[in-house]
């Protein structure tokens, strides 16, 4: 429970089950079955059980439902003519016992392999820590939490971190258990924060679980703490990009959670002062910092940590060969940060352009051959950088602030967004740009918790339209992101910054049978958008197929008691996103 994944905490226990599937799944406890769901994504087959204290059992990727609700779920399936499919229950409906068969475990939907994915929620659907109530005797737990890994990063435009504006990383040493220390002290000046990369584990099992706990103390008073003993969804499970350090976890694919409540984050797990977590170093002071990391079982482990309070330089180390210089730059939350190579130990200022306005921006420090120039953006965007020796200024491409907490519209002469008041965390300094029939809408490692409506303005007429639609491209792969047209303008709804082009399908999608023992079984391809729907005939006859996603798969199921007889001719109708049909003829 809680461990911390992109887009998601993980809510409850997944229970293995020794790498197979169609394990007999018992009721947790008295109560009725109020909702199940067939679906070929992220539950996959999925059942719930309500009991009489208000709380209701999820059981996840389930591969068979048993009992008269499988008998009414398949009934429900040929009047609806459709695999996926949610059905809800009065109490009367279907009551179970503690200890009834409900299902057979499987590994449908998002699943990664076979196990039972079980969860514990309230009325409010909050997703609770079901180690809370104890009494999993299968669960040993004598081993104390890991640390990884800890940061230190500068959160005002003064701070620095070994004398830098940046987030710099550390090798805690140590055990489990023992505890874990960083050898050197930490010089630090200003507002910074702290960031831990850790994982628990049980007993005998390799698998890396989130922590329970943490609680932090500076000089013996405390800064800050969260516990999870609950996570709100599926709203509030997606705040965890807030929680985490979501930029660094998409470029160099390491989570760090962050030991501050950031703008933005409304989870209610927290407990802090007016700080909110966030440490003020000043100098010439020693900042003693002890976090404590527990598992739901109260098994510790100490991490120990010094700051210095060191004021910030101006003039680091310098190197003696100076070449042409080069500019950079990059946003850190408000902050403009430019940096330019290869500067002369007397460096120039930069000068930051927008209209007839400039603004003379002096060094805030030097590192090496470097040197850096830091601008709070909430003053104004500049369209431009200008520095000596450069022979273009370059633009600057952030080309508005959005804040968040209400709806905001952009548009210029390539798109337009609209924001919804919780599609951003905090304000977002926009990119926008196009270059070769692409659209690109912000940096894609920027976390995103609404859907963004985006209407696209082609610079070119598309004639296809019926088979063209929008695509997110990420390492030269296309996802459809789908869309409606208005004349030359196509909008789509999307949960994604990053690059978009618009792509005509006119492919249909196809499927080879792949095995008829016990049943029929096909495998699906298509080019582009994917596979959309899907219908099977014999004999003029529907009959009922389950879609697997993740590999590709349709098949008949055995306890199908509905549907005809798989012999005679048959038909097999397949649609994908775009529109595209190809029919499949038969005879079996």
């Keep these: 429970m809680g461990e911390l994944r992109p887009n998601h905490f993980h809510g409850g226990l997944d229970i293995k089950t020794n790498g197979g599937v169609d394990l007999p799944v018992y009721a947790a406890a008295d109560g009725y079955i109020s909702r199940m769901k067939q679906s070929s994504f992220g539950y996959g087959n999925v059942l719930y059980i309500t009991h009489p204290n208000g709380l209701t059992t999820v059981y996840g990727h389930l591969n068979h439902f048993r009992g008269p609700v499988a008998q009414e779920m398949l009934r429900r399936q040929y009047e609806k003519r459709s695999y996926e499919l949610e059905l809800f229950f009065e109490p009367n409906q279907f009551p179970v016992k503690r200890g009834d068969i409900v299902a057979l475990s499987g590994n449908t939907g998002g699943s990664a392999g076979p196990h039972l994915h079980w969860e ?26 890991t640390v990884v890994g800890m940061a230190v990063e500068p959160l005002s435009i003064d701070a620095r971190v070994q004398g830098r504006f940046e987030k710099r990383l550390f090798t805690p040493v140590g055990k489990a258990g023992t505890g874990f220390s960083v050898a050197d002290t930490i010089p630090a000046y200003g507002t910074v924060g702290l960031l831990l990369q850790a994982f628990d584990r049980f007993d005998n099992a390799w698998n890396k679980n989130g922590l329970y706990k943490v609680d932090v103390q500076v000089n013996g008073q405390p800064l800050y703490g969260h516990v999870i003993n609950g996570i709100g969804f599926p709203d509030e499970t997606r705040v965890v990009n807030q929680h985490i350090d979501y930029e660094y976890l998409m470029s160099a694919r390491r989570t760090f959670e962050k030991l501050w409540v950031d703008d933005g984050n409304d989870l209610p797990i927290y407990h802090t002062g007016p700080s909110k977590g966030k ?32 004021p910030a330089d101006y003039w680091q180390t310098r190197s003696a060969t100076v070449r042409k210089p080069t500019l950079r730059y990059d946003v850190l939350r408000n902050i403009l940060r430019v940096t330019v190579d290869d500067t002369t130990r007397q460096a120039p200022n930069l000068t930051l352009l927008r209209g007839d306005r400039q603004l003379q921006l002096k060094p805030s420090y030097t590192d090496q051959s470097r040197t850096v120039y830091l601008y709070d953006l909430r003053a104004g965007l500049p369209e431009y950088l200008r520095f000596p020796g450069i022979a273009n200024d370059q633009r600057f491409d952030r080309v508005a602030a959005i804040p968040a907490g209400e709806e905001q519209l952009f548009a210029n002469n390539l798109v337009n967004v609209i924001f919804a008041p919780r599609t951003n965390y ?9 270059k070769d029939k692409t659209w690109t809408i912000q940096n894609p490692r920027t976390p995103i918790q609404h859907a963004m409506r985006v209407t696209l303005k082609p610079a070119e007429p598309v004639t296809d339209k019926a088979h063209a639609a929008a695509y997110l491209i990420r390492g030269g792969t296309a996802s ?12 789509f709804n999307t949960r994604n910054y990053g690059q978009f082009r618009i792509l005509t399908d006119t492919i249909p999608p196809s499927a080879r049978l792949i095995s008829r023992a016990g ?19 014999i004999g003029g006859r529907f009959r009922l197929l389950r879609y697997e996603n993740k590999n590709a798969t349709l098949f008949t199921e055995r306890g199908d008691t509905l549907g005809p007889a798989l012999r005679g001719p048959a038909r097999l109708r397949l649609t994908d996103q775009a529109g595209n049909e190809r029919v499949i003829n038969l005879q079996l």
Excluded: C
């Design 120 to 145: 514990v929620r309230d009325a409010k659907d909050n997703q609770l820590n079901p180690l809370q109530w104890g009494g999993f005797s299968e669960i040993q737990d004598h081993v104390a939490p």
């Design 279 to 310: 440490l003020r170093v000043e100098p010439g002071k020693i900042y003693d910092v002890e976090m404590r990391l527990q598992d739901a079982y109260g098994n510790t482990t100490p991490l120990h940590v010094v700051l210095r309070g060191v």
């Design 426 to 434: 905090d304000t977002l300094y926009l990119q926008t740009g196009f």
């Design 480 to 491: 459809w992101a789908g869309g409606q047209w208005d004349g030359e303008l196509l909008s």
């Design 519 to 537: 049943g029929l079984v096909f495998k699906v391809s298509d080019n582009l958008s994917g596979l959309a729907s899907y219908q099977l005939e």
